[in-house]
C-alpha cells in the first residue's frame, strides 16, 4: 500500500503553495472608444426617438415662425442670408445645447451618471454617444427650416448640401456645451435656464443680421460657438462663394467643437465620481 504525502493532497501545504504560484485569470478585453461609443449612440437614440421628436417639431416651427416674422422687416441681401442660417442653425442650438443641458442635470440629479459610471465604456463614449444621438434627431428640422427659408427669402436652393457639414460641426460644439452645462450644473433647474439662456443667445446672435448690432453685442456673437456654423451657412447663398472663407469658419467650428467635448468629458468624469 502506497501512502502518499499529506501535502500533496488538494488541502495539503504542497498544492495550495501551487495554486499560489498559478498565474491569474485573464481579464475581459477593456472596451474601446468606437464600439463603445456606437453602442452608447444606439442605445440614446432609441430611448430620445419618442420623447425628443415633439420637441423637434416645436424647434423646426419655432425657427419657421422667427422667419416668416423677419420677412416683414427684411427684403433681401445679407440680412435675408443671416436669417435663413441663424433660424436653420438655431434647430441645432435647440436639441443640442438646451435639450441636452436638461438631460445630463437630470441625470447627474437622479443618480443615472453611476450607472454609466458601472458600465465598462470610457467617459467619452458616454458623452459623445449622447451627444451625437441628440444631434442627430436636428437634421430633419434644420433641412426643412433651410428649404422654407430659401423659398420665402427668394434664395438659391444650389448650396444647401454644405448642411452636411455644418450639421455635425455646429452640433458638436453645441452639444459639448450643453453637457458641460448640464453636468456642471449644481441643480437640474439651474441646468435647464443655463440651456435655455445658451438658446436665447444663438436665437438673438445668430438669427439677427451682424451689422444691425452694437459692437459689443458683436463681440459676444463671435464668442458663441454656433455663430461660426451661421456664417459658413449663410456665405453660401452668393452667387461665388469665397470657399475658403466658409471652410475657416467650418474649421473655426470643428475646433470649439473638439474643446467643448473635451470640456464635457472632464465634467462627466468630475460629476461621476461625486
Not at 441645432?92 to 454609466?116: C, E, P, T
Not at 441628440?134 to 433641412?143: C, E, L, N, R
Amino acid at each position: 500500500m502506497s501512502v502518499v504525502p499529506a501535502e500533496v493532497l488538494p488541502g495539503g501545504a504542497l498544492a495550495v503553495e501551487e495554486r499560489a504560484e498559478e498565474a491569474p485569470a485573464a481579464l475581459g478585453p477593456r472596451a474601446r472608444l468606437w464600439p463603445s461609443l456606437a453602442a452608447v449612440y444606439r442605445a440614446q437614440l432609441s430611448r430620445a426617438r419618442v420623447a425628443r421628436i415633439p420637441l423637434l417639431f416645436v424647434a423646426t416651427f419655432q425657427s419657421i415662425g422667427i422667419m416668416i416674422l423677419m420677412r416683414g422687416v427684411v427684403d433681401g441681401g445679407a440680412a435675408a442670408r443671416a436669417v435663413v442660417a441663424g433660424s436653420s442653425v438655431l434647430v441645432v442650438a435647440f436639441v443640442a445645447l438646451n435639450l441636452l443641458a436638461q438631460y445630463f442635470g437630470q441625470l447627474r440629479a437622479s443618480g443615472g451618471l453611476d450607472h454609466y459610471a458601472t458600465l465598462p465604456v470610457p467617459p467619452a463614449a458616454v458623452v459623445l454617444g449622447a451627444a451625437g444621438a441628440y444631434a442627430s434627431f436636428t437634421v430633419p428640422g434644420t433641412v426643412v427650416v433651410a428649404v422654407f427659408g430659401c423659398v420665402l427669402f427668394g434664395l438659391p436652393l444650389a448650396h444647401l448640401w454644405v448642411l452636411v457639414a455644418v450639421i455635425p460641426l455646429a452640433g458638436a460644439a453645441l452639444a459639448g456645451l450643453g453637457a458641460a452645462l448640464g453636468l456642471l450644473a449644481p441643480r437640474p433647474e439651474l441646468a435647464t435656464l443655463l440651456g435655455q439662456l445658451g438658446m436665447s443667445a444663438a436665437l438673438l446672435l445668430g438669427v439677427l443680421p451682424e451689422d444691425r448690432m452694437p459692437g459689443v453685442v458683436q463681440f459676444a456673437r463671435d464668442l458663441l460657438p454656433s455663430t461660426y456654423g451661421v456664417e459658413a451657412f449663410a456665405r453660401t447663398f452668393g452667387g461665388d462663394p469665397d470657399w475658403a472663407v466658409v471652410l475657416g469658419d467650418l474649421a473655426v467650428c470643428a475646433g470649439v467643437g473638439v474643446a467643448s467635448l473635451a470640456v464635457a468629458t472632464w465634467a462627466y468624469r468630475r460629476a461621476a465620481v461625486r
